[in-house]
Antibody, heavy 121, light 109 residues
C-alpha cells in the first residue's frame, strides 16, 4: 500500500533552517510528483510547492520562493523540504503529499502523517 | 494569483440533513477543483477530484458539481462521521499553482 512517512517533530530558533523528509513506499517513487503543504495550528492548508522526483524540477509558491528548497534521493525514495530563515509564523505542521496521477495531476491522493515544526526562541 | 473562497465558513446541521458547501475561484479553472475532508487531528483526505469525480472508497452521499468559477460539495444525508473541516483546492497551470480555500467546518446540531 502507498505510504508517505515523514521525519519527526522539530524545534528551531528564529533564523535557523529545518529539513523535513518524506519516505515513499508502495509505488514507483519516480513516477509521481511530491508536493508540500503546511498548516498552522487552527488554520487552513497552504500549498508550498512541488518536486518531480525523476528530473528534480521544482515549482514553488511565490510566498516561499527564495526560502524553500525541495530535493530528493531516488535511491531511497525520499523527498526533502528545507525551509530557511525561519520565523515564528512558520510554526506549523508540514505535510508531504503525492500528485494523484503521473505527469499531469490537479490534486493529491496520499498524504504523509505530518511533521510539526515549532519556531521559538 | 487565484483566490479561493468558501461559504459558509462553518455550519451546524442535523443528522440526515442535506448539506451544501460553495467554493468560488477568482478566475476560471475549468474543472480543476478538488475537495478534501480533514477530521480533527487527522490528515486531509481526498473526497472529490475534477469537480465531480468521487475518489475510490468515498461514500456516495458525497457529491460535487460546478465548473469555471463556482463549485459545490453536497452531503446528501449528513452523518456523525462527517464532522470535519472541508477544503476546496484549485489547480492553475503555467506555472503549476495549487490553492486551497479557507475551509468550512461542519458540525452536528
Amino acid at each position: 500500500q502507498v505510504q508517505l512517512v515523514q521525519s519527526g517533530a522539530e524545534v528551531k530558533k528564529p533564523g535557523a533552517s529545518v529539513k523535513v523528509s518524506c519516505k515513499a513506499s508502495g509505488y514507483t517513487f519516480a513516477s509521481y510528483d511530491i508536493n508540500w503543504v503546511r498548516q498552522a495550528t487552527g488554520q487552513g492548508l497552504e500549498w508550498m510547492g512541488w518536486m518531480n522526483p525523476t528530473s528534480g524540477n521544482t515549482g514553488y509558491a511565490q510566498k516561499f520562493q527564495g526560502r524553500v528548497t525541495m530535493t530528493r534521493n531516488t535511491a531511497i525514495s525520499t523527498a526533502y523540504m528545507e525551509l530557511n530563515s525561519l520565523r515564528s509564523e512558520d510554526t506549523a505542521v508540514y505535510y508531504c503529499t503525492r500528485g494523484r496521477q503521473p505527469l499531469l495531476y490537479y490534486d493529491f491522493d496520499y498524504w504523509g502523517q505530518g511533521t510539526l515544526v515549532t519556531v521559538s526562541s | 494569483d487565484i483566490q479561493m473562497t468558501q461559504s459558509p465558513s462553518s455550519l451546524s446541521a442535523s443528522v440526515g440533513d442535506r448539506v451544501t458547501i460553495t467554493c468560488r475561484a477568482s478566475q476560471g479553472i475549468t474543472n480543476y477543483l478538488a475537495w478534501y475532508q480533514q477530521k480533527p487531528g487527522k490528515v486531509p483526505k481526498l473526497l472529490i477530484y475534477t469537480a465531480s469525480t468521487l475518489q475510490s472508497g468515498v461514500p456516495s452521499r458525497f457529491s460535487g458539481s460546478g465548473s469555471g468559477t463556482a463549485f459545490t460539495l453536497t452531503i446528501s444525508s449528513l452523518q456523525p462521521d462527517d464532522v470535519a473541516t472541508y477544503y476546496c483546492q484549485s489547480y492553475f497551470s503555467a506555472p503549476s499553482i495549487f490553492t486551497f480555500g479557507p475551509g468550512t467546518k461542519v458540525d452536528i446540531k
